[in-house]
T-cell receptor, first 123, second 110 residues
């Protein structure tokens, strides 16, 4: 597809259940991010994948959260033993590449392209 | 203290008004500044980005950065009902960390 695709668009689950969220990035994009957006709040960084490098997991809020990405393709975010405070929109974004701090100017390649998100509701 | 502070609004203005959206930040290492627009039930989309102090204009939109005051603004001229959305400021210094404001919800009334 032309854009970042996320599924499901909505997920309602019971407290204590595991959920798996999927992100299909734009083809050829090496960087992939997961963010969480609680109601009325900004985007909270969760995890970042860049090519074959080790992912930056520094934003994951607890060990109940994990994410995987195979190569430069699909990523899944898994939340185990869901809690009510996990209710939020989970957004995935991809980017062609990031220039790094040595690059003096950002280019269009550093744009983040977001999916429409998965609305997760934990009852 | 949050890295990025943004007035959540909501902001309601009549069509044709000039809108000013603002963010402040605490980390002087931020180098790149962006504004994203997010329509209801959609992901954010990049509206403007800049890396230097001063103004950058794109149509009805002007992004302003004042690094000395750690303050950025987005101005919308001749606002339209289609501009009704949540506007998020974002900034980064590390090549993989984008820091987002909490978003300002804007409603432009016809």
């Amino acid at each position: 597809g032309a854009g970042v695709s996320q599924s499901p668009s909505n997920k309602v689950t019971e407290k204590g259940k595991d959920v798996e969220l999927r992100c299909d990035p734009i083809s050829g994009h090496t960087a992939l991010y997961w963010y969480r957006q609680r109601l009325g709040q900004g985007l909270e960084f969760l995890i970042y994948f860049q090519g074959n490098s080790a992912p930056d997991k520094s934003g994951l809020p607890s060990d109940r959260f994990s994410a995987e990405r195979t190569g430069e393709s699909v990523s899944t975010l898994t939340i185990q033993r869901t809690q009510q405070e996990d209710s939020a929109v989970y957004l995935c974004a991809s980017s062609p590449r990031l220039g790094g701090d040595s690059n003096p100017r950002p280019t269009t390649n550093e744009k983040l392209f977001f999916g429409s998100g998965t609305q997760l509701s934990v009852l | 203290q949050k890295e990025v502070e943004q007035d959540p609004g909501p902001l309601s203005v009549p069509e044709g008004a000039i809108v000013s959206l603002n963010c402040t930040y605490s980390n002087s290492a931020f180098q790149y500044f962006m504004w994203y627009r997010q329509y209801s039930r959609k992901g954010p989309e990049l509206l403007m980005y800049t890396y230097s102090s001063g103004n950058k204009e794109d149509g009805r939109f002007t992004a302003q950065v004042d690094k000395s005051s750690k303050y950025i603004s987005l101005f919308i001229r001749d606002s339209q009902p289609s501009d009704s959305a949540t506007y998020l400021c974002a900034m980064r210094y590390n090549f993989n960390k984008f820091y987002f404001g909490s978003g300002t919800k804007l409603n432009v009334k016809p």
